[in-house]
């Protein structure tokens, strides 16, 4: 079993609909989860951060983490074009190998006008 | 720029040449990684250096080898590279390795072995 899973995609939506991006992990010691938006030719960057089980919101995002499932979100509201990007989640454990995040494939989101 | 400046972007190279990728971040950051990020797979990390010494060797093959001779400068020094070796190569830089968080990536060096 994969340490992260997160569906590749790609995801096609119109604009203006809330899109949903999920990842599932199997490794109970993670304690912060992140998500990264990455542009084409562009390295990622950090959109969203968790710290250990909860909700937090930024503007039209939404992250959500349940660690009893095991289980991440990223919810965008009110999709733009300019949110086409490829999302990554992102995890660890504090005090573990340095520098050692655990990334999804990231999944592929198209928001069409 | 995100602060994090990588040079070349772009990079074709033949598996007997020999070539270097380099970072530069200017932010003060006390850790720099490498990772490695080929189609349809996770991120890859490949090593770790932590006020500029290396904390982190993720099994890479030593047809890679890393030197950060400050915080503020990385390098990946490359040689005898195999056609699966191309990917975007990105770098990172952080506060402290081991909160696991506040990574900021340049814009990575597409690399093609031929």
């Known amino acids: 079993q994969k340490e992260v899973e997160q569906d590749p995609g790609p995801l096609s939506v119109p604009e203006g609909a809330i899109v949903s991006l999920n990842c599932t992990y199997s490794?109970?010691?993670?304690?912060?989860f992140m998500w990264y938006r990455q542009y084409s030719r562009k390295g990622p960057e950090l959109l969203m951060y968790t710290y250990s089980s909860g909700n937090k919101e930024d503007g039209r995002f939404t992250a959500q983490v349940d660690k009893s499932s095991k289980y991440i979100s990223l919810f965008i509201r009110d999709s733009q074009p300019s949110d086409s990007a490829t999302y990554l989640c992102a995890m660890s454990a504090y005090g573990g190998s340095q520098g050692n995040l655990i990334f999804g494939k990231g999944t592929k989101l198209s928001v069409k006008p | 720029e995100t602060g994090v400046t990588q040079t070349p972007r772009h990079l074709v190279m033949g598996m007997t040449n020999k070539k270097s990728l380099k970072c530069e971040q200017h932010?003060?950051?006390?850790?720099m990684y490498w990772y490695k990020q080929s189609a349809k797979k996770p991120l890859e990390l490949m090593f770790v250096y932590n006020f500029k010494e290396q904390t982190e060797n993720n099994s890479v093959p030593s047809r890679f080898s890393p030197e950060c001779p400050n915080s503020s400068h990385l390098f990946l020094h490359l040689h005898t590279l195999q056609p699966e070796d191309s990917a975007l190569y990105l770098c990172?830089?952080?506060?402290?390795?081991?909160?696991?968080?506040?990574?900021?990536f340049g814009s990575g060096t597409r690399l093609t072995v031929v």
């Open positions: 490794n109970s010691a993670f304690q912060y």
């Open positions: 990172a830089s952080s506060h402290n390795p081991r909160q696991g968080y506040g990574y900021t």
């Open positions: 932010l003060g950051h006390n850790a």
